[in-house]
């Protein structure tokens, strides 16, 4: 397996809105980030991921994008990115960027025009549709809720939208639309960017015969992701964007891809594929989801084993042949510690390390969500008017206030669980004022129990979440086998407890992770020659393994 200086890298994602205020406005912004850019050089992370800053109406928080060369203004000017990106590269740290490309806003100048009739220039730099018997062209249903289609009375037809009708999907099979878009990456990287995140990259083809989705019909699902994800010409369109544009830049790239399979992983980031590095798949992200029922919108503990055939079953799926990336969270996803660990004030410290170690001791390369690193957790706000997520407030809307098949405690209780604002509450960096986020009034209300859990007491315990995952990252670093050894599971069928071993060069790792909070007895077959190379009890009690215990041993053959 070749080498390469991605695959040893850890990624650190920063959502900016809730990252650090510098004017206090309740915005996050970019001065703040760089504000902080010390402190993420001190955990050790090798590349910064900004969620989208560029100029948008935020009707889905950025990710509708009405200018791609321009920055919002509440997050500063092309001025502040620029000095960001320069001290940034001066503590080694790489950036990348979010490339939004499936679809823009509403408010781009591209769908301004599109709109102002059929003849115009860049009609078909969106999908239009004639009406079919005076409805949608088919019956595809939004991520977002309602149909997928949205009418326009001016010229009779209807647009697209997988996302909000607000996030019109581009029209790929256009080669002028392609080059627009390889012309601004060229325009980033040219500025010293350093990669790519894509956002659901593989819905860019669609079925051009827009078929009616059965499972719609049928009443099983309200979304037609799947029916637009890893269409017949995606590849081809990511071979064409790499010869264009990423094979001639030393860049990151991890493309977002939902319903992918791992045969479609291997096709977009196997080893031999000249498209992408590496996706981001969502089997374990999606663990709990339902087909029958309210979809993620649940409040059920997922199943240990389930999780373990999952995570194993890709780490052996593209061993040798394409590289994992390994994430528990984003700004789309629920809390790490809340939802996987155990988030009591008796655990939350420990389970939060013990799923580190689950995860960065696996091949790929991780990527840390602000907040993790201290052990952030889910937040409980009290009613609806607390959210500001569109996800969050159309499903309310939906199942609460329009179908009435949830009640307002219920639908809260699933919020608590599974809402995007979880992740999107500001970070917590001290026991100011807002957590110190900002001194303003914040965009979306700071967690409770920021005075417990913030970074200001983090880096003043020598035993935190924090200088633990400095530590994994520095080991990670000192010690080729965790990126580049073999992967094999141990006892797949065990509920309580998850162990897997790493091997490279005649070396080799055992990782033993205890997901509950009982002591578990397990001879665990080591050999007596072995090094304890990390515990989150900072010592051994042999083949005890104590509550969310985690230890990793190393030895020689």
């Not at 920055?71 to 320069?86: K, N, S």
């Not at 350093?194 to 860019?204: E, P």
């Not at 994800?229 to 001639?248: D, F």
């Not at 052996?316 to 996987?340: C, E, I, M, Q």
């Amino acid at each position: 397996m070749e080498k390469e200086w991605w695959k040893e890298a850890v990624v650190y994602q920063v959502y900016p809105r809730s990252f650090q205020d510098s004017n206090n406005d309740g915005i996050g912004d970019l001065k703040g980030i760089i504000q902080r850019l010390p402190y993420l050089a001190k955990l050790g992370i090798d590349v910064l991921w900004l969620s989208p800053i560029y100029q948008s109406p935020n009707d889905d928080n950025g990710y509708d994008i009405s200018d791609y060369q321009q920055i919002l203004p509440e997050f500063g000017t092309m001025a502040d990115f620029d000095e960001l990106l320069r001290v940034a590269h001066q503590h080694k740290l790489k950036v990348m960027m979010d490339l939004v490309v499936n679809h823009t806003s509403d408010e781009h100048a591209w769908f301004q025009e599109s709109k102002k009739g059929i003849d115009n220039p860049y009609r078909d730099f969106y999908i239009w549709r004639d009406p079919k018997e005076g409805q949608p062209p088919n019956n595809w249903g939004s991520e977002f809720g309602g149909s997928a289609w949205e009418f326009d009375e001016e010229t009779n037809q209807y647009y697209l939208h997988i996302f909000s009708k607000k996030q019109p999907d581009l029209n790929w099979e256009n080669p002028r639309v392609r080059e627009a878009i390889y012309a601004m990456m060229r325009w980033w990287l040219d500025k010293g960017v350093d990669g790519f995140r894509m956002d659901v990259i593989n819905l860019i083809s669609k079925d051009k015969s827009y078929p009616d989705d059965p499972l719609i019909k049928a009443g099983k699902r309200t979304t037609s992701l799947a029916m637009v994800a890893n269409g017949t010409k995606v590849n081809e369109y990511l071979k064409e964007m790499n010869q264009e544009v990423l094979s001639r830049y030393p860049v990151i790239t991890v493309g977002e891809t939902p319903e992918v399979t791992i045969e479609d992983a291997l096709a977009y980031a196997g080893f031999e594929s000249k498209e992408l590095q590496m996706v981001f798949q969502f089997d374990h992200a999606d663990i709990e989801n339902k087909e029958d029922g309210f979809g993620k919108w649940n409040a059920d503990r997922f199943d240990l084993i389930e999780l373990k055939k999952i995570l194993s079953k890709w780490q052996t799926g593209l061993s040798n042949k394409a590289w994992n990336s390994l994430y528990w969270n984003n700004h789309d996803r629920p809390r790490v510690v809340s939802r996987f660990g155990n988030d009591s004030p008796a655990f939350r410290k420990l389970s939060a390390k013990m799923l580190a170690t689950v995860l960065h001791f696996m091949q790929g390369t991780p990527y840390i969500y602000q907040g993790e690193e201290i052990g952030m957790t889910n937040v409980s706000f009290e009613t609806i008017e607390n959210y500001r997520d569109i996800d969050t407030l159309n499903a309310f809307q939906e199942y609460v206030l329009e179908k009435e098949t949830l009640s307002a405690e219920q639908m809260l209780t699933y919020i608590h669980h599974s809402s995007r604002d979880n992740a999107r509450t500001p970070m917590q960096w001290s026991t100011d004022l807002h957590a110190g986020f900002t001194q303003g009034e914040p965009w979306l209300e700071v967690n409770s129990n920021y005075k417990d859990i913030n970074v200001d007491e983090a880096l003043k315990d020598p035993n935190s979440i924090f200088y633990y995952y400095q530590k994994i990252i520095q080991l990670r670093k000192e010690y080729p086998i965790i990126t580049y050894g073999d992967y094999q599971v141990i006892d797949l069928n065990d509920p309580k407890v998850f162990v897997y071993s790493r091997n490279y060069n005649g070396e080799t790792v055992f990782v033993i992770c205890n997901f509950t909070a009982e002591t578990v007895e397990r001879n665990d077959h080591l050999p007596v020659e072995k090094t304890l190379l990390l515990s989150n009890y900072g010592d051994d009690d042999a083949n005890n393994i104590r509550p969310y215990e985690a230890k990793v041993y190393l030895f020689t053959k």
